[in-house]
Nanobody, 117 residues
Framework: QVQVVESGGGLVQPGGSLRLSCLAS?????????MSWHRQAPGNEREFVAR????????DYADSVKGRFTISTDNAKNTVYLQMNSLKPEDTAVYYC?????????WGQGTQVTVSS
């Protein structure tokens, strides 16, 4: 069964850090997969945050998170991470992991990140 499961969300103060994890199963990172993070705040559409290719490690970021967020993978663990630093209240959202393998798209269930004092 192909699935991705996020973890690591929570409540953090402005300026703080969190690391999200996304564990993938049913496929391997040793093949070409595009793993990405997206987020959706209440009343807003889901938006792209960051992506990485599992074989070459190429990355791409939304302008709103460049210099603050870092996406990475541990291919041995079939896991993708999102290190989030200098968090702002506007980063508050449900964060979703997505895997794209050819025409197959798999979404996780999401993890809540709340940035508030």
């Amino acid at each position: 069964q192909v699935q991705v499961v996020e973890s690591g969300g929570g409540l953090v103060q402005p300026g703080g850090s969190l690391r999200l994890s996304c564990l993938a199963s049913g496929f391997t990172f040793n093949n070409y997969v595009v793993m990405s993070w997206h987020r959706q705040a209440p009343g807003n559409e889901r938006e792209f945050v960051a992506r990485i290719t599992t074989t070459r490690g190429s990355t791409d970021y939304a302008d709103s998170v460049k210099g603050r967020f870092t996406i990475s993978t541990d291919n041995a663990k079939n896991t993708v991470y999102l290190q989030m630093n200098s968090l702002k209240p506007e980063d508050t959202a449900v964060y979703y992991c997505r895997a794209v393998r050819g025409l197959s798209v798999t979404w996780g269930q999401g993890t809540q990140v709340t940035v508030s004092s």
